[in-house]
């Protein structure tokens, strides 16, 4: 028993981490964002997917994407720490049409999706978060802060978004310490 036992964790384990490659994991459109060039209205979206390789087993990555009233793009906000060591900063914002993107293989989810007058209304609170984001330059994996300290962060300062991160948001309790 023990023997199966220890084959299926190794065959788990293997399988999980056989998509190691991110250069040529998927970073298609999941298709669940409204398209900019068909919704006229603003726009805010909170994401989750899973975290990539073995960590997707126990965490997700979430971003956040706005997109103001008649605007072509979205803006997207995340936080990452793969530049943090060469002094660059973690919080990274970028415009795109495509806010959904896959997080390198795994398909994100909505957490939030707010449109119309409540959104206009809400995107220039955000804007001013992410400016006072404090930890911009840093990026720790456990216990924060990481992409899930980010958004929960935002949340945090615009109460009216009414944000639930899911439980696997790891990183999203360290938004509550003072800085």
């Known amino acids: 028993m ?17 998509n190691d490659d991110w250069r040529t994991a998927s970073r298609e459109p999941a298709g669940i964002a409204p398209n900019p060039k068909e919704v006229s209205e603003a726009v ?13 087993w126990f965490a997700v990555h979430s971003w956040v994407a706005t997109k103001e009233k008649g605007a072509s793009e979205y803006t997207v906000y995340e936080v990452t720490g793969w530049q943090v060591k060469r002094g660059l900063p973690a919080l990274h914002q970028y415009k795109t049409s495509t806010p959904d993107r896959y997080w390198f293989g795994s398909k994100p989810e909505k957490i939030l999706s707010l449109t ?48 639930d991160m899911p439980f696997n948001a790891i990183g999203s309790g360290y938004a509550d310490n003072d800085k």
């Open 2 to 18: 023990k023997k199966h036992f220890g084959i299926l964790i190794t065959a788990l384990l293997l399988s999980a981490c056989s």
């Open 44 to 56: 805010i979206e909170f994401y989750a997917a899973d975290a990539f390789s073995w960590r997707g």
């Open 116 to 163: 119309g007058e409540k959104a206009e209304t809400l995107i220039p609170k955000i804007t001013k978060a992410v400016t006072r984001y404090p930890w911009a330059n840093e990026y720790t994996i456990f216990p924060g802060p990481n992409s899930n300290t980010f958004p929960t962060w935002v949340g945090l300062q615009v109460p009216e978004l009414g944000l």
